[in-house]
């Protein structure tokens, strides 16, 4: 089982990256997904994700209006297209992909928000 994040990078105030996560070794389509964050000294968070059964999202505050997941069953691939960013999403950024009690993770991107 493999979760590959890329798109990553060092961006400006207001820019905007797409994420992507890779997987394989499993059915993505079987599975609820989630990216999630870690900024410097900060506890993980959860940025968003998408219930497979309903395929209802969920956004946290800071980013609602902002970012928006995606997933593409076809090619076992998960997105985050990230806008108008803030210093305050500088964070390494986890994709997730979780069913009962399985719970796969990504190695995580860095996004850095920064003039």
């Known amino acids: 089982v493999q979760l590959q994040a890329s798109g990553g990078g060092l961006v400006q105030p207001g820019g905007s990256l797409r994420l992507s996560c890779a997987t394989s070794?499993?059915?993505?389509?079987?599975?609820?997904i989630g990216w999630f964050r870690r900024a410097p000294g900060k506890e993980r968070e959860g940025v968003s994700c998408?219930?497979?059964?309903?395929?209802?999202?969920y956004y946290a505050d800071s980013v609602k209006g902002r970012f928006t997941i995606s997933r593409e069953n076809a090619k076992n691939a998960m997105y985050l297209q990230m806008n108008s960013l803030k210093p305050e999403d500088t964070a390494v950024y986890y994709c997730?992909?979780?069913?009962?009690?399985?719970?796969?993770w990504g190695q995580g991107t860095l996004v850095t928000v920064s003039s």
């Open positions: 997730n992909a979780i069913r009962s009690r399985v719970n796969y």
């Open positions: 998408i219930n497979n059964s309903d395929g209802s999202t």
């Open positions: 070794g499993f059915t993505l389509d079987r599975y609820d």
